[in-house]
């Protein structure tokens, strides 16, 4: 398993993480049939949200305690994993999003409840607020930290300024910063490729201007979910009659390698230099196992650049 710098710190994390967004209806033994195949496989980073599950009875943490309740971890094995998760999404009168100082510690104390632990690895900002008062952040994220209750602290869908913006008043590293990204949905990356070609729609700066670069010069390490699924919202884009091109040369470059194309689809985020996790939000043991073989393969330059024409790009 490929492992890559994680922000700022002076650790190392797994090139693949297991999210845990699915697991709402899943039994025990499949959650630990799921927990098992990832340690084999060198995935020891779960990714969870306030969040998931909340469309369950259980309603929100849920998701955070059917993977508590079915593992019931030792502290020893608790120490040899990364818990990370995230908040700031609320299904409340409105769809609306909170990023004050209450909503962000009441959150993490019923998520230390809802996974059985005394710290989180990782919070994260889930969504950008647009009431976000960035000392209000400050502050949670100080008390947080200096109760020992959160060790490290990023965002996610954050564009360069809004990070820039929190960084006004929050005072500890943003460590990861977690975006949709998959070769189908690639816009983060094209982008720069199509720099300063007016006919490019690729060219349209939507992400307030080169995220991935700016992540790159900050430390900020992306963490890419969704990352099999398209762009336009229809779907897994693996075996998908919808996107021949890609799949002939997924399918192609799998049988080369002797992996699957899963594990190309992979291969190709990890490939990229800025050293990005992917976020495997499965429930089947066999993808986290693939997805890890992925993470080891080094496509060459032609192999990364042809899967992204094969998507749709424009490579001028």
């Not at 959650?31 to 990832?38: E, N, Q």
């Amino acid at each position: 398993m490929k492992t890559v710098p994680f922000g700022t710190t002076e650790t190392t994390t797994p090139a693949v993480i297991a999210g845990m967004m699915r697991i709402a209806e899943k039994s025990p033994e499949q959650v630990r049939a799921l927990y098992s195949a990832a340690r084999e496989a060198g995935v020891d980073f779960f990714d969870h949200a306030d969040l998931y599950g909340f469309k369950h009875p259980g309603g929100y943490h849920h998701c955070e305690r059917v993977f508590a309740e079915a593992l019931d971890l030792s502290s020893a094995e608790r120490e040899q994993i990364t818990l990370q998760t995230k908040t700031g999404i609320v299904d409340g009168e409105t769809w609306h999003y909170d990023s004050s100082y209450e909503h962000i510690t009441a959150s993490v104390e019923e998520s230390l409840r809802a996974l059985r632990t005394d710290y989180l690895d990782v919070l994260l900002l889930h969504r950008p607020d647009a009431l976000v008062e960035p000392e209000e952040v400050a502050r949670a994220f100080d008390e947080l930290e200096a109760a020992g209750k959160v060790r490290s602290f990023g965002v996610s869908n954050h564009t360069p300024r809004q990070i820039d913006l929190l960084r006004t008043a929050v005072r500890q590293p943003l460590v990861a910063n977690q975006v949709q990204l998959s070769v189908a949905h690639s816009t983060i990356v094209a982008q720069g490729l199509a720099s300063n070609m007016a006919v490019q729609d690729d060219a349209v700066v939507r992400d307030g201007g080169g995220l991935v670069d700016y992540c790159r010069v900050h430390g900020i390490t992306l963490q890419a979910y969704s990352t099999i699924q398209s762009g336009d919202g229809s779907g897994v884009f693996l075996g998908s009659p919808d996107h021949p091109e890609l799949n002939a040369e997924l399918d192609r470059l799998a049988a080369r390698y002797g992996v699957t194309p899963l594990a190309i689809a992979t291969a190709w985020i990890t490939r990229h230099p800025a050293n990005m996790q992917v976020v495997l939000g499965t429930t089947t043991p066999q993808r986290l196992t693939d997805a890890a073989a992925g993470s080891d393969l080094r496509l060459t330059r032609a192999e990364w650049y042809g899967l992204i024409q094969a998507a749709g790009h424009h490579v001028p």
